[in-house]
């Protein structure tokens, strides 16, 4: 039996479209223009400003049902929570705040695994959360994206990953800065076994995530308009003491620079990666 | 002249009382010997006592004394014949990180380090220890040059993190870091990493992925400086010292959480106090290091090390 028929005969794991979350009210205020825009309008464009362009953030599920076939795409890896082994407390308790992500944006932590198909061709794919403590990457995020690479390996597939992350999550301490080392390392699999990795950048991807795994792709894409790097524009701002450059670190500012590959418009990254993912995949000159 | 912290104080009030007592008593005459050694001995005990009852917070001013003892302060010490080996072939040559090749008992080693600056001079050309993407990417080649010649490699670790600056972002200093620690996972010669002052952030990870990791007693290793991450979650600086007991950044909590390898006992006046007694206990930590790791064929040093980052992390099960 193959994923797909596997997928399509157990309907208690399918995620239809429907059951995807869709945001409330029927008119939404476009951040990049202003303008008020029918929500059904903007589901159609994916979220994307039909005005302006701005790509509004959006959630994995919501991204999950822009990319994949329909009905062809499953969460995988959701029995993976966060511990506390720092016990870590500030002005609240760590356990309290992931408690109340859960609430916020489910119990998946910062990134969700899926196994999809875009037009036909099986991905893994992990994707950051942003609404889930801005996407810090700790523990069960370093261990979410190590399984979807290795699910790739195992299954012959891409990886696609998808990042939108404030860095590391402090609430975790050293455990948290081990999991940059701990993806990174693992691209290394990845390289060895010929499983073309691809990374799409969206608003934001900072810090700890972007010097790590999110670097590291065979190919490096970005959402139009998206902040991306190291540190935080306010840090280097306060260490520098000068204006910052007009649309510094923002996806133009990367491709101009060099830094990363292309800039893919969310309404035509389903096309796009289809026909990357088989090119690489192809290996005419393989012996 | 020695730069005391304030919970040092009191060694400085001993140790000048000491002084005066002991010039005193070379202008008067008078015997006093007794009153001085009394002294020495309720000091030794007092120095015993400060460091190691010192708070989390006392160690994160610890490992960046200004007294402490550097990347190339150690280097004389540790290494015969070092020679220094500049720049990343693309860009510039960062000072803020140093390495070249060496000689460590004989055997031809890699070393890399961060190196901060001692005066303002120096701190300047330094960058204060944080290095840009040209300074990893040195360091990468160096570690690629390591693996060529199969050397080992010995990496030192101390710096605040990596410059955050426009053009640090310019040129790329998250690929820089990333590469680093991809290729490092990869490195097919021993890879030994010591933190002697502060591990800041993913600018110390970028050196310090290996097969071992060490810290000096009174170092730290943290995802984001005390001061950082009060600024963000208690959205005020002034609570450096809470968030420093939260993020559980010294060498004895990171050992106690299994994240390193041991902690490498410093003087009882610390590193920044006794120099060639704190570069005495790391040669001998690296030495015994180096000689299990040599033993190990590339396959199985590799095989351990991707075991080591795969399974780094805790998490529950439902």
Redesign the interface.
Request: glycine share 14%; aromatic share 8%.
């Given at each position: 039996m193959s994923w797909i028929t596997r997928l399509i005969e157990g309907p208690k794991k399918i995620l239809s479209s429907r059951q995807a979350e869709m945001p409330e009210g029927i008119w939404i205020k476009c951040k990049g223009c202003g303008e008020t825009i029918y929500n059904k309008e903007m589901q159609r464009h994916h979220m994307v400003c039909p005005k302006c362009g701005a790509h509004a953030r959006i959630s994995t599920k919501e991204r999950a049902r822009f990319l994949f076939d329909k009905n062809h795409w499953q969460e995988m890896d959701t029995?993976?929570?966060?511990?506390d082994?720092?016990n870590?407390?500030?002005?609240k308790r760590y356990r309290d705040r992931l408690k109340e992500a859960d609430k916020k944006s489910g119990t998946g932590d910062a990134v969700r695994n899926y196994v999809g198909a875009i037009h036909g061709l099986e991905v893994s794919s992990s994707m950051f959360e942003f609404s889930y403590m801005g996407g810090s990457m700790?523990?069960?995020v370093?261990?979410k994206i190590?399984r979807a690479m290795e699910r790739a390996i195992d299954r012959h597939c891409p990886f696609l990953l998808v990042t939108a992350s404030g860095g590391?999550?402090?609430q975790?301490?050293?455990?948290?800065?081990?999991?940059?080392?701990?993806t990174?390392?693992?691209?290394?699999r990845l390289r060895e076994s010929g499983i073309p990795f691809v990374c799409l950048l969206t608003d934001p991807t900072m810090?700890?995530v972007?010097?790590?795994?999110?670097?590291?792709g065979d190919v490096i894409l970005a959402e139009p308009g998206a902040l991306i790097?190291?540190?935080?524009p306010r840090?280097?701002q306060e260490?520098?003491g000068?204006t910052?450059?007009e649309g510094?670190?923002r996806s133009e500012f990367l491709l101009e620079?060099g830094?990363i590959d292309a800039i893919v418009d969310r309404r035509e990254q389903r096309d796009y990666l289809h026909e990357l993912l088989g090119k690489l995949n192809q290996k005419p000159y393989r012996h | 002249m020695a730069t005391y912290l304030e919970f040092e104080r009191p060694i400085a009030e001993l140790t000048s009382k000491i002084q005066d007592l002991s010039e005193m008593g070379e202008d008067s005459g008078i015997n006093i010997a007794e009153e001085i050694e009394r002294l020495r001995e309720k000091r030794d005990k007092l120095v015993k006592k400060i460091y190691r009852e010192a708070t989390r917070a006392q160690i994160c001013q610890l490992c960046r004394h200004p007294d402490r003892p550097y990347f190339l302060d150690y280097v004389p010490l540790l290494f015969e014949s070092f020679q220094e080996l500049h720049g990343d072939r693309a860009f510039a040559d960062d000072a803020a990180i140093v390495g070249g090749l060496a000689s460590f008992h004989g055997r031809a080693v890699v070393i890399v380090g961060h190196q901060k600056g001692r005066d303002t001079k120096e701190k300047l050309k330094r960058n204060f220890g944080m290095p840009r993407p040209e300074g990893y990417r040195k360091a990468l080649r160096l570690f690629k040059l390591a693996e060529r010649f199969e050397m080992p490699v010995l990496t030192f670790i101390d710096t605040a993190g990596a410059w955050p600056g426009i053009d640090a972002e310019e040129r790329g200093q998250s690929e820089a870091i990333a590469r680093n620690l991809m290729e490092l996972a990869n490195l097919r010669v021993p890879v030994i990493c010591t933190v002697i002052g502060e591990g800041g952030s993913g600018g110390a990870l970028a050196i310090g992925v290996g097969d071992r990791l060490y810290m000096q007693q009174f170092t730290t290793y943290s995802v984001i400086s005390p001061e950082g991450c009060a600024a963000i979650l208690w959205r005020d600086r002034k609570h450096a010292e809470e968030a420093a007991e939260a993020l559980k950044p010294t060498a004895r909590d990171l050992l106690e959480f299994g994240l390193i390898d041991g902690i490498i006992p410093e003087p009882d006046e610390g590193a920044h106090r006794d120099l060639a007694g704190a570069a005495r206990e790391i040669d001998r930590v690296l030495t015994s290091a180096l000689d299990e790791l040599l033993q190990l064929p590339a396959d199985t040093l590799l095989s351990q090390r991707h075991d080591r980052l795969r399974q780094v992390g805790v998490y529950e099960k439902s």
């Open positions: 029995e993976l929570h966060s511990g082994p720092l870590f407390r500030d002005q700790g523990s069960v370093g261990e190590v590391a999550r402090m975790e301490g050293m455990f948290s800065l081990m999991q940059m080392a701990k990174s390392a693992t691209v290394n810090g700890g972007s010097a790590s795994v999110a670097w590291l790097g190291f540190a935080g840090v280097i260490t520098v000068e910052l450059p510094f670190q620079h830094l | -």
